[in-house]
């Protein structure tokens, strides 16, 4: 599975977007790009996968370059709640494990 | 009713204590893993196993062992627990339709003195 950079932590203030970078340059071509987060210590939440385009839903978008080597994840209006390590990660989907790194710190204050 | 439960949810034991960590799901999901988590990083895979009959070693299997009772069940143990497996451990499920996220279970929380 290709390696994935991300910053170890960030700040946010509450009601204004965050955005997590992430830099995946070794990505292969039938690697999707997916995003969970970790709050507190409860189990891995799923927040939003890409191939190739943008994506968007209910909890947040997925900006990925056109090269592919690197996406952010946007929480448009982040919250108290938002705070939590935020995951990137590729794979195949469905022919591999997950492999996590260490993650962002996302800490959205007030 | 959660999806994917861990029992228990906390346990302390001492060393040389052979420990089993249970997982049930009721996703209806053939793939199940557990991964550990140490404080600071981020999840590793113990064991993984994409049916009934298929089990797999993660990267750090070595002082666990699993058992895949049926679908909906898959027990991770440690055979005889020592003080650098204290962390918290969590279960997964995986379906094979789109996102194909994985769904993790609260986490069990062991400390081994």
């Known amino acids: 599975d290709a390696k994935t950079t991300q910053p170890p932590s960030m700040d946010c203030a509450e009601g204004r977007a965050a955005n997590l970078p992430c830099n995946h340059s070794?990505?292969?071509?039938?690697?999707?790009v997916y995003w969970y987060r970790q709050i507190h210590s409860q189990g891995p939440q799923y927040i939003i996968h890409?191939?190739?385009n943008n994506e968007t839903n209910e909890m947040a978008s997925l900006i990925i370059t056109e090269d592919r080597k690197s996406s952010t994840l946007i929480l448009p209006h982040a919250t108290l709640r938002d705070t939590a390590v935020y995951y990137c990660i590729v794979y195949t989907g469905t022919a591999s494990k997950l492999t996590f790194g260490t993650g962002t710190r996302l800490q959205v204050t007030l | 009713d959660a999806d994917v439960t861990q029992t228990p949810r906390n346990r302390i034991t001492k060393t040389g204590k052979r420990i089993m960590l249970e997982c049930s799901q009721t996703k209806g999901h053939d793939r199940m893993y557990w991964y550990r988590q140490d404080p600071g990083l981020g999840l590793r895979l113990i064991y993984y196993s994409f049916d009934v009959k298929d089990i797999n070693k993660g990267e750090i299997s070595d002082g666990y062992s699993v058992s895949r009772q049926a679908q909906a069940k898959f027990s991770l143990s440690l055979e005889s627990a020592i003080p650098n497996q204290t962390a918290l451990y969590f279960c997964a499920t995986q379906g094979l339709e789109p996102p194909n996220e994985q769904f993790f279970g609260p986490g069990t929380r062991l400390t081994v003195l």
């Open positions: 070794t990505i292969s071509g039938n690697e999707y």
């Open positions: 890409g191939l190739k």
